[in-house]
């Protein structure tokens, strides 16, 4: 089973994109479950979703403690929220930043894939709409869904604009090992 | 080929009644049943059917709404939670003891006080007694496929009950998974339409109904009330297994047993809570302990022979209860399988309680609570103190 945590702020499609990794998944022939973490979301407020895709019916309706993937959509996140905590040996994090020097990267994430969603959403949308980018540097890094059914839910949801922000994410997120949080090229 | 759709719970809950083409639907909004309603309405204003809304001022007018749709004849559908059950409990009432087959699921969040929007099923546990039909579902194809089951139970000559579908706010209502939506064919051939005679306003051939009732008459009208709830129990087998062969989805009907074969550490868990529990069976069982499972589905009326026929050779039972029963510091499900089982030798039976206001139930705790009951087997424990599960991850 792969468990995702994904980390965004209110408003941001943090929730959307967990359901849209878990459509692709059940279209993969696979099965996937995902719930947003339950309050009262407020707009720009940290809010997180849980995503679990296994070649087995999921079974437990619990959060994420323990996740193989950590995707933080909003790089302010890191002030304010553990965004780690938890994370499983060898996890990837998938991160919308234009450096990852300065990060503190815990011992136990391996992989590390960023994309300067925040520029590339100016770019594309004239405002900043970063969770397409980073679903598609996502999909790229992990390669646990299908690009091409990602990318179908997105257009039904979203439309063609975000079609151009997935790929630019999947096309441009660079990939880096680490280890004991050193980073290797 | 199958027609498989990523929905959460609550939009699993809106296609199972509309498959099942209510006349009249009347719904107030309340967290975390909304969607349902916004689902709904969505399919009625897309024209994919022609249900007739009421957008009432309250949960009390929603329930009386329906009541006077299903004395016209009507098939009748409403969701609500917490809050707003508590709200209509007076219609609600009143809608067992007229007879009225109306469905209602309720998206389970806890009660106040203090302040809650999160799940548990505090809220359809506390008016177990008011005459309703209740059942607990443990995943979003279940809410879909009950959903339309519940018309059918209901709507039975032998039944004429109304029923709630239950599921957990949040984990279901808010989860997102993939579900099998059959085609409106198959429901079509599955689920005849509504045709009232026992109770109808009808100025061609007029009925007192609901008149002032003195008691040997009330009595009398309790004992068939009574009597349906007892037919329902075959009824809800009948269409169990009718479903199961149309649709190649087997429940079990009242109570679903999972790997009870020579089982002698059960647990007894009820909704959403179930799947853990059932991996926690799993591991104990690749241990070689001998464990298993039920899985109280029906909880009105209360499948007690096939409880006592299961837990039989039980060495010891443990009951999770994501819900308190104030005054005898247990919750309730433990009551109604102590109940159940009065009459077997005593048997270690432990009660749990965990999970209220949304907490997680994890796998790590099905896991400490299966221990627990081993152990109280082993000590032959007869007696066992409440044992609250405390989820201490992500704290």
Request: net charge negative; proline share 5%; charged share 25%.
């Amino acid at each position: 089973m792969k468990e995702i945590r994904i980390h965004g702020r209110g408003g941001q499609g943090a929730v959307t994109t967990s359901e849209i990794i878990v459509y692709a998944a059940v279209q993969d022939g696979k099965y996937g479950a995902c719930f947003p973490y339950f309050g009262f979301e407020k707009k720009g407020g940290p809010v997180s979703a849980f995503v679990r895709i296994d070649e087995n019916k999921i079974r437990e309706k619990s959060q994420v403690y323990n996740p193989d993937c950590i995707m933080v959509i909003d790089p302010t996140l890191l002030n304010s929220v553990d965004v780690f905590v938890g994370a499983k040996e060898n996890a990837i994090l998938v991160i919308n930043t234009k450096t990852i020097e300065g990060i503190e990267i815990p011992g136990n994430i391996t992989k590390v894939a960023y994309v300067d969603a925040n520029a590339a959403s100016m770019d594309i949308f004239g405002k900043l709409l970063p969770n397409t980018i980073v679903l598609g540097a996502f999909v790229k890094a992990t390669n646990w869904v299908s690009f091409d059914k990602v990318s179908e839910k997105t257009q039904e949801i979203w439309g063609p604009k975000n079609i151009e922000a997935l790929e630019f994410g999947y096309n441009n997120v660079v990939i880096k090992e680490v280890k004991g949080g050193i980073i290797h090229d | 080929m199958k027609n498989i759709k990523v929905l959460d719970g609550n939009h699993a809950a809106a296609i199972g009644a509309i498959l099942s083409k209510p006349d009249v639907v009347a719904a107030y909004p309340i967290t975390p049943q909304t969607p349902l309603v916004q689902h709904f309405s969505q399919y009625v204003a897309d024209g994919v059917m022609n249900s007739t809304i009421v957008e009432p001022e309250s949960e009390h007018s929603a329930m009386s709404v329906l009541t006077g749709a299903s004395l016209a004849g009507a098939r009748t559908f409403t969701a609500t939670s917490s809050q707003g059950l508590a709200l209509m409990y007076e219609p609600y009432f009143r809608a067992s003891t007229m007879r009225l087959p109306i469905v209602m699921n309720i998206v389970n969040r806890e009660m106040i006080s203090p302040q809650s929007v999160w799940g548990g099923p505090q809220d359809s546990l506390t008016v177990r007694d008011a005459g309703w039909i209740q059942i607990y579902v443990e995943d979003n194809q279940e809410i879909l496929d009950m959903t339309i089951q519940a018309f059918k139970i209901a709507e039975n000559k032998d039944v004429l009950l109304p029923i709630n579908i239950c599921y957990d706010g949040f984990y279901l209502s808010h989860m997102t998974e993939g579900v099998e939506v059959p085609l409106q064919e198959e429901v079509n051939g599955f689920l005849p339409p509504y045709k009232p005679t026992h109770v109808k306003l009808d100025p061609e051939t007029p009925m007192a109904v609901d008149p002032l009732t003195p008691g040997n008459y009330l009595q009398y009208y309790r004992e068939l009330h009574m009597q349906a709830m007892d037919n329902a129990k075959k009824i809800i087998k009948e269409v169990n297994d009718e479903f199961a062969e149309k649709f190649g989805r087997d429940y079990f009907g009242l109570v679903e047993p999972y790997r009870m074969e020579d089982a002698e550490y059960v647990l007894v868990t009820l909704g959403s809570l179930t799947g853990a529990a059932r991996i926690a069976v799993d591991m104990a069982r690749e241990k070689g302990i001998k464990c298993g499972l039920i899985k109280i589905r029906s909880l009105r009326p209360f499948p007690k022979d096939e409880v006592r026929e299961l837990l039989k050779k039980a060495k010891a039972i443990g009951v999770i209860d994501r819900n308190v029963s104030f005054g005898w510091h247990t919750g309730i499900i433990y009551q109604e399988i102590k109940s159940a089982i009065s009459n077997l030798d005593a048997v270690p039976t432990v009660p749990f309680i965990g999970g209220l206001g949304g907490e997680d139930l994890t796998t790590d705790l099905m896991v400490e609570a299966l221990d627990c009951v081993i152990k109280a087997g082993e000590n032959k424990q007869i007696d066992n103190e409440a044992h609250w599960l405390i989820n201490r991850k992500g704290r």
